[in-house]
């Protein structure tokens, strides 16, 4: 008998690392609020690593009426002897944690909550769940992720760099990829305010990316610092928030001090624990510059407001803007300044890429069509 799948009327678990504001949090959410308010679901989000930096997150489920909000204790968290059987303990006793909520569906977001879900959906009584990679991960490369693999029926991929990923790391025959869906709606798209005093008669140029390592925020300040030297009609504006982890440094000192070497201060603005779309109306272009991306929530962020957008040549970025886009780059100083130029000396060209790329997403990036694709695979 055919497993037919709708999310309509459902009880879901949305799974989180932890309730921090990044690309694929704000996936969920939107996704979140979408299923609650549209069709009608219930939805419970949990996460099981604290971190201080919240509050974006909270103020965006706020903004979406997400109340059933849920932080447990790590299952993923063992140390000394029988750690693995200490983690199988763990997690099926959050499986029966979650019995209370009578899930059809757990929908993890990233590689350890895939772990956690694919081992104890069925003890929690869900009909099912996916592996969920977003893009930028690791594997811990152990007995629990090689039990969780073993389980998995579906494996989702949010890009085709992801999906490809997934193939090597763990030998699977199929990986599916279904892309990112816009997360602004097209009324939250207005025309551009006034721009802050210290910003008139500025080109705006924006990176909104938190400081971890795959992002290369040092080599957009490099390009923008010798572009400065000729044009002095610029300004940049960095958003992102230090990021915190024990296993990873954040970028943050490195870019700091190369903007106080190069005397940049009154160039280069950084602004912490702010909401992307506080930035994106007074932007005039977009960057992304980094060592590693899933299918970038902020280029469509980028995208719906009408940007043009100097990005990185990954896969998930083609995807979004197209093959035939003229502003992809290497990771390179000189590149990036160079195509960087070509935006900030043309403003005509600045508004048909923005309107070019707004009409894209428009077009082919829609959550109806996500969840009608999630629904097809997850009955298939």
């Given at each position: 008998m055919k497993f037919n799948f709708q999310f309509e009327n459902k009880n879901i678990i949305i799974l989180l690392k932890s309730f921090v504001l990044g690309g694929a949090e704000k996936q969920a959410l939107f996704l979140a609020s979408h299923l609650q308010n549209q069709l009608e679901c219930k939805v419970y989000i949990y996460s099981y690593i604290k971190i201080k930096s919240s509050e974006l997150f909270y103020k965006e489920c706020e903004k979406y009426n997400l109340t059933n909000l849920f932080i447990i204790e790590n299952p993923l968290s063992a140390a000394g002897k029988l750690k693995y059987l200490k983690r199988r303990i763990k997690i099926g006793l959050l499986g029966l944690k979650l019995r209370k909520h009578q899930p059809d569906i757990i929908i993890p977001y990233l590689n350890p909550p895939s772990i956690i879900a694919n081992i104890c959906y069925k003890i929690a009584g869900a009909k099912t769940t996916f592996w969920h990679h977003r893009g930028p991960d690791y594997y811990r490369?152990?007995?629990?992720?090689?039990?969780?693999?073993?389980?998995?029926?579906?494996?989702?991929?949010?890009?085709?760099?992801?999906?490809?990923?997934?193939?090597?790391?763990?030998?699977?025959?199929?990986?599916?990829?279904?892309?990112?869906?816009?997360?602004?709606?097209?009324?939250?798209?207005?025309?551009?305010?006034?721009?802050?005093s210290y910003l008139e008669g500025k080109i705006v140029i924006g990176m909104i990316g938190h400081f971890r390592q795959e992002k290369l925020q040092s080599i957009l300040v490099e390009a923008f610092s010798n572009l400065l030297k000729e044009i002095e009609t610029i300004h940049l504006v960095l958003v992102g928030n230090i990021h915190e982890n024990k296993n990873e440094r954040s970028s943050y000192s490195d870019v700091e001090a190369l903007i106080k070497s190069n005397n940049l201060e009154n160039s280069v603005s950084i602004l912490h624990n702010t909401n992307s779309k506080e930035v994106l109306d007074y932007l005039d272009i977009g960057a992304l510059i980094s060592i590693k991306e899933g299918m970038p929530n902020i280029v469509m962020e980028y995208m719906a407001y009408r940007l043009p957008i100097l990005t990185t040549n990954h896969e998930g970025c083609i995807e979004l803007l197209g093959e035939?886009?003229?502003?992809?780059?290497?990771?390179?100083?000189?590149?990036?300044?160079?195509?960087?130029?070509?935006?900030?000396?043309?403003?005509?060209?600045?508004?048909?890429?923005?309107?070019?790329?707004?009409?894209?997403?428009?077009?082919?990036?829609?959550?109806?069509?996500?969840?009608?694709?999630?629904?097809?695979?997850?009955?298939?």
């Amino acid at each position: 008998m055919k497993f037919n799948f709708q999310f309509e009327n459902k009880n879901i678990i949305i799974l989180l690392k932890s309730f921090v504001l990044g690309g694929a949090e704000k996936q969920a959410l939107f996704l979140a609020s979408h299923l609650q308010n549209q069709l009608e679901c219930k939805v419970y989000i949990y996460s099981y690593i604290k971190i201080k930096s919240s509050e974006l997150f909270y103020k965006e489920c706020e903004k979406y009426n997400l109340t059933n909000l849920f932080i447990i204790e790590n299952p993923l968290s063992a140390a000394g002897k029988l750690k693995y059987l200490k983690r199988r303990i763990k997690i099926g006793l959050l499986g029966l944690k979650l019995r209370k909520h009578q899930p059809d569906i757990i929908i993890p977001y990233l590689n350890p909550p895939s772990i956690i879900a694919n081992i104890c959906y069925k003890i929690a009584g869900a009909k099912t769940t996916f592996w969920h990679h977003r893009g930028p991960d690791y594997y811990r490369d152990d007995t629990i992720e090689s039990t969780a693999v073993r389980k998995t029926k579906t494996f989702i991929a949010n890009s085709p760099d992801g999906k490809k990923e997934l193939e090597k790391q763990f030998n699977l025959p199929k990986v599916y990829f279904v892309p990112n869906f816009s997360t602004i709606l097209e009324k939250e798209f207005l025309a551009k305010p006034k721009k802050p005093s210290y910003l008139e008669g500025k080109i705006v140029i924006g990176m909104i990316g938190h400081f971890r390592q795959e992002k290369l925020q040092s080599i957009l300040v490099e390009a923008f610092s010798n572009l400065l030297k000729e044009i002095e009609t610029i300004h940049l504006v960095l958003v992102g928030n230090i990021h915190e982890n024990k296993n990873e440094r954040s970028s943050y000192s490195d870019v700091e001090a190369l903007i106080k070497s190069n005397n940049l201060e009154n160039s280069v603005s950084i602004l912490h624990n702010t909401n992307s779309k506080e930035v994106l109306d007074y932007l005039d272009i977009g960057a992304l510059i980094s060592i590693k991306e899933g299918m970038p929530n902020i280029v469509m962020e980028y995208m719906a407001y009408r940007l043009p957008i100097l990005t990185t040549n990954h896969e998930g970025c083609i995807e979004l803007l197209g093959e035939d886009y003229d502003f992809y780059t290497e990771n390179e100083t000189r590149q990036v300044e160079k195509k960087l130029r070509n935006l900030v000396e043309n403003e005509k060209l600045r508004k048909s890429l923005g309107k070019r790329n707004q009409e894209l997403l428009n077009s082919k990036f829609s959550i109806e069509n996500y969840i009608v694709k999630l629904e097809e695979i997850l009955s298939n």
